[in-house]
């Protein structure tokens, strides 16, 4: 297998099964490869969040065969699969979810921790290093929840980054704010793919946002019709 | 470090919510509380009552039983050696109530370390005469130094000196019920008379109050030496001897070794006194049923605090499920949650607890039938605080069982995606 592939699903199908059986994903099939800026577009309902979900092994219940750094998914634990978001996969969400009992620099911290290769002081040091990257450093004592829209999301991002993933993931990371601050987010993304050889893989309806990426993948009715 | 990753995370959540963490805290400290309060008193109160007899009671008692002979005539002939002899109306012979060789045995009791001590008594029937009445009493013939150290004989004598029965010749402590009936005062002379149907008089020392109204109208105490006088006795009759031991629980096997080594009958505390086993054992079980209701109340109140905890904190749950913790991590945490709940409310609960028996034992308890008794009885026995801190322990675990389930099989994907 390609060195430089970072993700690979083959022949991905899902259905909903509540109360008929709807299929959602028909066939999906393609690859990411390390270092590429990726987005996944489409109407309302395609499937490309669904897609996503799969992709970060979170919804297990699917057909096909999906690959993370040439290692299989399929048949892994719940731990495991745990592990391998962990290790190897940052998420930004639409929401911004951060932990409102914590400060911004906990937050980041956590899956750091989680992963227990450094030590706390290492990783709070990473964890500076990320906000000091993403623009945010002098929030880092702040409670999650004094923070506006866009900081929290900047704060995300810089949560994703910390155990240094193979591949970002975000489910519409705009989505949920304005102008301004989307392109500020965008901005963020473009930087890490072109500075830091970043791989990510965005699902956004934002099509001004989509036009800049490397490469965007269309969907349409659970199918993949441009890649 | 995922332990303390674990423990960090399960305190910024109960401290998040510090409110509804102290409320479920509360209801763990109270049932504590409750349970040490309720076990201390009623085991306190328990060993008083118990106390009443069996602090009086001997481990031991060897003693002759007036009995018909296993070993009768018939059986020992030849002729009829090999068929069942029927015999009707055996009369118990002219056996001895008092023990043979008394003094030997105690002094072969004396050493043996199973026993702690030995005290011989004699008791003789007798009847108190008052004017033409004559009243039927019983008199006990003691050492009332080995009496008072054994089985505290002097904390019972409210009235006079204990040790005067064995200074004053042919002196006597009567019962307070007895006293009252005699019409007698400390210093007058009370006429008794044996089966034998000799006549004592004897000097009033003390009066004793042993808390059993029905034993008070009857008993009385004198010297070994003056019992064994009235009864016209040698100065080695004994007709009981009493034994304390270092362990109670050895007294059944140990009484079937002595009756069988000194020739003699001879009765354990447990059965003679089984009764206050079972009274006892009764009231435990009372209190411990309460106890434990009172912690099953405070472990819903915790369960439901972590159900609602849960439903508010879906959203940090399904975050902290796509960044990298597993179920099993999640479940962990409000595990953590619970037990330290259970864990600081039940140390609370010790500590009040433990103040509130203390506040027990200094209210004013006086009865006339329990003179040494001044205040509540509280038994401040530490097995209550282990019990009960295993308990909330356990009840705080089981609370949060379901709850951290639920937490641990919440799906990310549902919650992200229901937004």
Redesign the interface.
């Known amino acids: 297998m390609d060195e430089r592939i970072v993700l690979q699903a083959e022949h991905v199908n899902k259905s909903f099964h509540d109360p008929v059986t709807i299929p959602v994903l028909k066939d999906v099939s393609l690859t990411i490869k390390k270092g590429e800026f990726v987005s996944v577009t489409g109407k309302s309902g395609c499937g490309k969040s669904t897609l996503l979900y799969i992709l970060s092994t979170m919804d297990t219940d699917y057909e096909g065969d999906l690959y993370i750094g040439g290692q299989a998914m399929r048949g892994r634990t719940e731990k495991q699969l745990a592990r391998v978001r962990n290790e190897s996969i940052g998420f930004v969400f639409q929401f911004h979810y951060l932990l409102n009992e914590f400060t911004v620099l906990e937050n980041v911290m956590l899956p750091g921790l989680k992963l227990g290769i450094h030590s706390e002081v290492e990783v709070k040091d990473l964890a500076m290093d990320r906000l000091n990257t993403l623009g945010i450093q002098s929030l880092a004592a702040k409670k999650a929840n004094q923070l506006s829209g866009g900081e929290k999301q900047r704060v995300a991002i810089a949560r994703a980054l910390i155990n240094s993933p193979s591949i970002v993931m975000c489910d519409e990371p705009t989505g949920n704010l304005d102008k301004k601050n989307s392109l500020i987010v965008f901005d963020i993304f473009k930087k890490l793919a072109e500075e830091n050889k970043q791989t990510l893989l965005v699902v956004t309806h934002d099509q001004e946002f989509a036009q800049n990426t490397h490469r965007t993948i269309e969907m349409e009715d659970g199918r993949i019709i441009k890649q | 470090?995922?332990v303390r990753?674990i423990i960090r995370?399960a305190k910024?959540?109960l401290?998040?919510r510090w409110k509804q963490t102290l409320v479920a805290a509360i209801g763990v400290t109270f049932s504590i509380t409750m349970f040490i309060t309720l076990l201390s008193f009623m085991t306190g109160l328990n060993d008083l009552l118990d106390g009443l007899i069996l602090n009086r009671t001997a481990h031991i008692r060897l003693f002759n039983e007036i009995k018909p002979n296993l070993d009768q005539p018939i059986n020992q002939s030849k002729d009829y050696q090999g068929s069942y002899n029927f015999i009707r109306s055996i009369k118990s012979g002219n056996s001895r109530q008092e023990i043979y060789n008394s003094q030997a045995i105690m002094q072969a009791l004396r050493k043996d370390n199973r026993v702690t001590g030995v005290a011989p008594k004699i008791t003789a029937q007798v009847f108190f005469n008052d004017g033409s009445i004559d009243i039927t009493g019983v008199i006990n013939g003691i050492d009332a130094r080995e009496e008072s150290s054994l089985f505290h004989f002097s904390d019972y004598v409210t009235q006079g000196n204990p040790l005067d029965i064995q200074n004053v010749s042919n002196s006597i402590i009567l019962g307070k019920g007895l006293a009252a009936k005699l019409l007698a005062n400390i210093g007058d002379v009370v006429l008794v008379t044996t089966a034998k149907q000799q006549q004592f008089s004897l000097k009033v020392v003390g009066f004793f109050q042993s808390g059993l109204q029905e034993l008070d109208k009857v008993q009385s105490y004198a010297s070994i030496g003056t019992t064994q006088k009235i009864l016209g006795k040698p100065s080695d009759y004994i007709t009981d001897i009493q034994l304390k031991m270092v362990d109670v629980n050895q007294a059944p096997p140990v009484a079937k070794e002595f009756a069988k080594l000194f020739n003699a009958d001879a009765e354990d505390i447990q059965t003679a006194n089984s009764q206050f086993e079972t009274g006892s054992s009764v009231r435990s079980l009372i209190s411990y049923s309460v106890g434990i209701v009172l912690l099953i109340v405070a472990g819903f109140g915790i369960y439901n605090i972590l159900n609602m905890m849960i439903y508010e904190k879906m959203?940090?749950i399904?975050?902290?499920?796509?960044?990298?913790?597993?179920?099993?991590?999640v479940n962990r945490i409000f595990l953590v949650i619970a037990l330290s709940i259970g864990f600081f409310g039940g140390l609370l609960g010790l500590f009040f607890g433990f103040l509130l028996s203390m506040l027990i034992d200094q209210i004013p308890f006086n009865t006339p039938s329990l003179p040494t008794i001044r205040t509540y009885p509280i038994n401040y026995n530490p097995a209550f605080y282990l019990i009960a801190s295993i308990f909330s322990l356990v009840t705080t675990y089981l609370a949060g069982w379901a709850p951290s389930r639920k937490a641990s099989k919440v799906?990310?994907?549902i919650i992200?995606?229901g937004?």
């Open positions: 470090m995922n990753l995370i910024a959540l401290l998040a959203d940090s399904a975050i902290l499920k796509a960044t990298g913790f597993s179920g099993l991590d799906d990310p994907v992200i995606r937004k």
